[in-house]
């Protein structure tokens, strides 16, 4: 694929006697949404921390914006943006603050943080609330912020963890507006997610089983292939045969 942003050749990663990403092949455009799935155990969080440069593999070969994992771990980290269910922004922090931390981090000026600071704020109707400490407002508002602090920096690829857990489906809609949107501007979005209705919003869908690509194609191919009326179907015909259930 000549404009893949993210590459992988035969990617392993061993722990021990222990194949937790076994010969992992795949290639991911600018500008796509390819959503990578897995149960538990599966092996795609390990897949994440080798892409995003906290991790290194074992065997096999990877770039993600045009820095290769082995060497250049710490430029993939500058030109990648990240976000996590579990950890993205700081809640003792307001909205304000996060942007000014985060954009210090990326390495911005300050003169530019402020200026796309208040842009951001403005554009996520958060304006009233820029001074309130983040632990005050609505989950969706913190999520839909902290995608908006992951492109603060203008990467050509930000990698979303589950970032839709918790929230409630109207939510869960219009972070995938924003999803969408960030998408047609050429960004590649690399997104894990537990909804199966959210990998038929993927332009691609990866489902890994026990360290393996089990299935690579787009939802309406594998919906086909595997005479399936649904996303979650495919996937429960491929997960449960896994050998592995924890990891």
């Known amino acids: 694929m000549a404009d893949a942003v993210i590459h992988t050749e035969k990617l392993t990663k061993r722990f021990g006697s222990f194949t937790a990403v076994d010969d992992v092949s795949f290639c991911v455009s600018a500008g796509e949404i390819f959503g990578f799935l897995g149960a ?18 074992t065997s096999g070969k990877a770039s993600v914006a045009g820095f290769d994992v082995w060497g250049e771990a710490e430029s993939i980290k500058r030109n990648i943006g990240y976000m996590s269910q579990r950890f993205s922004l700081y809640d003792d922090l307001t909205p304000r603050e996060n942007i000014t931390f985060f954009g210090g981090i990326y390495g911005l000026p300050r003169s530019e943080i402020r200026e796309k600071g208040e842009r951001m704020l403005e554009r996520l109707d958060l304006k009233e609330a820029a001074d309130t400490k983040l632990s005050a407002l ?20 930000v990698f979303l963890d589950e970032p839709t857990g918790g929230v409630d489906p109207v939510t869960r809609r219009r972070f995938w507006d924003m999803i969408y949107e960030t998408a047609a501007h050429g960004v590649t979005v690399f997104v894990t997610t537990h909804y199966m209705d959210e990998a038929e919003y993927c332009d691609r869908v990866s489902i890994m089983v026990d360290g393996r690509i089990a299935a690579l194609d787009t939802p309406e191919l594998l919906k086909r292939t595997f005479e399936a009326d649904s996303m979650n179907e495919v996937f429960i015909r491929l997960a449960r045969p896994a050998k592995r259930s924890e990891g």
């Open 138 to 157: 609505p989950l969706g508002w913190k999520q839909k912020l902290a995608f908006s602090v992951a492109l603060l920096h203008e990467p050509s690829v």
């Open 40 to 57: 538990n155990g599966a092996g795609k969080t390990t897949v994440m921390k080798m892409l995003t440069g906290l991790l290194s593999p």
